[in-house]
């Protein structure tokens, strides 16, 4: 997948992944159909995270369309993903971003580090919405009915606070 390519070429991460929401609004899950890592094979084998069992970190992502964690074994919103995911695949940090279409989010990108932590830097993410960014817009531009009918969540608006989080987050990286 070009995008899984671009992706990994520019944020140079270990692994880069696609998903996307699965299921109904009452028992919605995430579901990974494309993943890379650097160098390696596209691998289309199926991984499921579901929303329930990963409210803190799903809800964060949802709300700022974007999730940054530097060190994911310390993240709080993580705790509960640790057993199940980033230990078993040996993610140290992430950096996501979602894909949003007339305010909803149908899915995300996911780049992992895997095996050290790593510290993004804003212009990583800003390059990482700017791909998404692009990607959603041929996704709301092909007038797919599959799209328009697939499940996902509305975006809310950022709070004074999570404002500012974004904010210094940017403000330290540069």
Known sequence: MAVIDLILLRLHCSRVSLWRFDGEPVNLSMLCFAAKEAGGPLDTDEK?????????????????????????????????????????????????AAFLVNGRVYGMACCEQIGSVRVWRADELTDLRAIVTKVTMLMASSNDPALMGAPSLPMTPLSASQEADLKRFDQRRR
């Open 48 to 96: 499921r995270l579901e929303l329930s069992e990963y409210r803190d970190y799903f809800d964060a992502l949802i709300h700022q369309g974007a999730y940054v964690s530097n060190d994911t074994l310390h993240d709080p919103n993580l705790q509960a993903m640790r057993g199940n995911y980033l230990e078993r695949h040996g993610v140290m940090a992430m950096l996501d």
